[in-house]
């Protein structure tokens, strides 16, 4: 029931930006409900994949990874952003070595504050700011795909799907919410379909563990 309620919202908010053009990700995450992280973000420094927030020494190289997103040294750059609220830190940054359509990806680790145990969530068109949270407070997520892509400039849009986070488990929501591409060669803008497809049934992964 606090799914149905979850995702009702979200279909009613997706309806009333149906006709909202968006020029950036962070502007349409940012709009969306239940945001994990509200408060500005500040930069860090991390050094072989350790970084050190309020005292506390975090090492990302054992993090579980979402399937198919690797966990490696410079992935969040020298001076990825910090956001962080009573639960949860969060950091995002890119490579330096990104370039061409690598830029398009941006590295996610997600840190529960009491434990320190690190996710690194999925990459494409991500952000700190894609991450929601449940009606029991589980962090949600979205993997981006891109639809029809014909090559490296020329697609017709993304498809979101919506992930829980919970107990270790990446549980995959049957739910697709869908943005299309408005200007030739610019993934970056974009309007909200004001259709979703809904589906019955959830699917469960387990993270993996990168040592």
Not at 123 to 129: D, I, N, P, R, V
Not at 179 to 187: H, M, V, Y
Request: proline residues 4%.
């Amino acid at each position: 029931m606090k799914m149905l309620i979850f995702l009702a919202g979200l279909c009613l908010v997706f309806n009333v930006q149906a006709d909202t053009v968006y020029e950036d990700y962070s502007s349409f995450y940012s709009s969306l409900p239940n945001r994990m992280f509200k408060e500005k973000s500040k930069e860090i420094d991390i050094h072989h994949q350790i970084a050190r927030v309020n005292g506390k020494r975090i090492s990302l190289a054992r993090a579980m990874g979402f399937p198919d997103e690797p966990v490696f040294e410079g992935d969040l750059g020298d001076k990825p952003l910090l956001y962080q609220n009573s639960k949860f830190y969060c950091l995002d940054g890119q490579s330096s070595a990104a370039s061409g359509t690598a830029v398009r990806h941006r590295a996610v680790y997600l840190i529960y504050r009491q434990s320190l145990k690190s996710y690194k969530l999925p990459s494409l068109f991500s952000s700190c700011l894609s991450i929601g949270k449940d009606a029991d407070g589980n962090p949600t997520f979205f993997e981006a795909t891109i639809v029809n892509y014909r090559s490296a400039y020329d697609a017709d849009g993304l498809r979101l799907t919506p992930y829980t986070l919970k107990n270790g488990i990446f549980e995959r929501k049957n739910a697709q919410v869908k943005l299309s591409f408005i200007e030739p060669g610019n993934f970056y803008k974009f309007t909200v379909d004001d259709t979703i497809d809904w589906f019955s049934g959830t699917n469960t992964t387990k993270a993996k563990s990168y040592k």
